[in-house]
């Protein structure tokens, strides 16, 4: 049912031998709904180039530009006519460099094609080509080496690596266009925008296509905000990167929305992320995270909404999942050996096949539940304050045998495994042990409002 705006799948319950076809159809329609929901995805955002500075001196197309900037002075602002200069290039001293989008710096197929070396650079407008393509050297359109560099409204093509950053702080990369290779192999990508032990810098309302990941590796107190990133593999991947914050992004079709790995207090706040990889995607990772925020997000159409593994790690650590809607997904949270200290409060669970699995023998009764919405919760709420007066506490012997056996796991989503949780509730015998236990779910789902919807 589509109403306001917003969707709703009505799940038909099982009921003696039309289950199998309550459940086609159940996954039919959630399939439709979800599919529908790309009509409601916003744009990518439109790259401004920035106006030209004033008193600039121009470079008219076609001049050995590398002199023009070994000429320069300390402070120069250079203005490129519409064009093509040639590079490789490298800027040793603090100098702006503007130009319109149809100023073109061309790669001649090796190398970095703008190395930044210099405090105070500023890359303005104008087109990087291309870059060499060796990996182990990194070989990127623009590569920063240098403290309080501006990279804003770039367009980057053909280039290895997009724009990186190595060993700087007070970088701001923002509003440019950095399209990727495309090719069918990740591995054979290069990375879109790569901070490498980077700080207190802001990558900010980039739009990256066809690349490989935007990565933040031994880089902590940055910030991710208002980016667009599109069939990547990890539209964001936090790596040994601690306080960090990620507001306002869209990921769609990526592989992995945002993924963290080895990092202590993640805030990720207010992104929309859709439509990740069919076969194995996720829309959020942890792996061995802790102090992680995340509030606001809303997930939609991913194989698994959120995972959790060994997280945290540390006993004094919690992670929080606040407020969050998880819309479509076959699982909305896995957690693997990921019982302890996380909290999950608030959040719509519309959609999804299965709402929360355990995998690795884990216990999630041992999480923290209270306030979420479950499309499946057959409570009842006679004091009428909008929360059920009985907890929300599933029971699913095919999620129990397919979490603790390896081998049963081919079978998900399949009648056969379907058929076993409605025997289970005919037998005793057989009956499955609690899955979770949400004392005080939602009778409806919360209004919500932010910038992920």
């Known amino acids: 049912m589509v109403a306001g705006g917003s969707r709703?799948?009505?799940?038909?319950?099982?009921?003696?031998?039309?289950?199998?076809?309550?459940?086609?159809?159940?996954?039919?329609?959630?399939?439709?709904?979800?599919?529908?929901?790309?009509?409601?995805?916003?744009?990518?955002?439109?790259?401004?180039?920035?106006?030209?500075?004033?008193?600039?001196?121009?470079?008219?197309?076609?001049?050995?530009?590398?002199?023009?900037?070994?000429?320069?002075?300390?402070?120069?602002?250079?203005?490129?006519?519409?064009?093509?200069?040639?590079?490789?290039?490298?800027?040793?001293?603090?100098?702006?460099?503007?130009?319109?989008?149809?100023?073109?710096?061309?790669?001649?197929?090796?190398?970095?094609?703008?190395?930044?070396?210099?405090?105070?650079?500023?890359?303005?407008?104008?087109?990087?080509?291309?870059?060499g393509r060796r990996f182990e050297d990194t070989d990127a359109a623009v590569h920063l080496r240098g403290d309080d560099a501006r990279v804003e409204g770039l367009r980057v093509t053909g280039a290895l690596f997009g724009i990186a950053a190595s060993g700087v702080h007070?970088?701001?990369?923002?509003?440019?266009?950095?399209?990727?290779?495309?090719?069918?192999?990740?591995?054979?990508?290069?990375?879109?925008?790569?901070?490498?032990?980077?700080?207190?810098?802001?990558?900010?309302?980039?739009?990256?296509?066809?690349?490989?990941?935007l990565v933040v590796w031994y880089s902590p107190g940055n910030r991710v905000e208002d980016n667009y990133v599109e069939r990547g593999r990890y539209g964001t991947h936090f790596m040994y990167s601690s306080r960090n914050r990620v507001r306002g992004n869209v990921y769609l079709r990526d592989l992995v929305g945002v993924f963290v790995m080895y990092c202590d207090d993640i805030d990720i706040t207010d992104n929309l992320i859709a439509a990740a990889d069919p076969a194995d995607g996720m829309g959020l990772g942890l792996k061995e995270a802790g102090n992680v925020r995340a509030r606001g997000n809303r997930i939609v159409r991913a194989p698994t909404g959120v995972f959790i593994d060994t997280s945290p790690i540390q006993v004094s650590h919690l992670n929080e999942f606040t407020g969050n809607d998880l819309e479509f997904c076959d699982t909305g949270i896995v957690f693997h050996s990921s019982e302890k200290q996380n909290r999950c409060v608030d959040n719509v669970f519309r959609g999804c096949a299965t709402a929360v699995r355990v995998d690795g023998h884990g216990d999630a009764t041992r999480v923290t539940w209270r306030g979420n919405w479950f499309e499946d919760y057959a409570g009842f709420d006679l004091d009428g304050d909008g929360t059920g007066d009985v907890p929300h506490e599933p029971r699913s012997l095919a999620s129990q045998l397919t979490s603790s056996r390896e081998d049963f796991r081919f079978f998900r989503g399949t009648p056969a495994l379907g058929l076993l949780d409605v025997v289970s509730r005919v037998l005793p015998v057989l009956t499955p042990k609690v899955l979770f236990s949400d004392p005080a779910p939602r009778l409806r789902p919360p209004g919500r409002t932010g910038g992920a919807r």
């Open 170 to 213: 007070r970088a701001r990369i923002a509003g440019n266009e950095v399209v990727g290779s495309g090719l069918p192999d990740f591995g054979l990508r290069g990375d879109a925008i790569r901070l490498w032990e980077v700080r207190d810098s802001v990558v900010a309302g980039n739009h990256v296509v066809d690349s490989r990941d």
């Open 8 to 131: 709703r799948v009505d799940r038909p319950r099982w009921s003696g031998r039309n289950g199998a076809r309550a459940l086609v159809a159940s996954a039919w329609l959630a399939f439709a709904a979800s599919a529908a929901l790309a009509d409601d995805l916003p744009a990518p955002p439109r790259r401004a180039a920035p106006p030209r500075p004033e008193g600039a001196r121009e470079v008219p197309a076609g001049v050995a530009l590398a002199a023009a900037l070994a000429g320069a002075p300390p402070g120069a602002v250079l203005a490129l006519a519409p064009g093509h200069y040639r590079g490789p290039l490298v800027i040793d001293r603090p100098v702006t460099l503007w130009g319109p989008p149809d100023a073109v710096v061309r790669s001649d197929g090796t190398g970095t094609t703008i190395e930044v070396k210099a405090a105070g650079v500023s890359l303005l407008g104008f087109t990087v080509e291309g870059s």
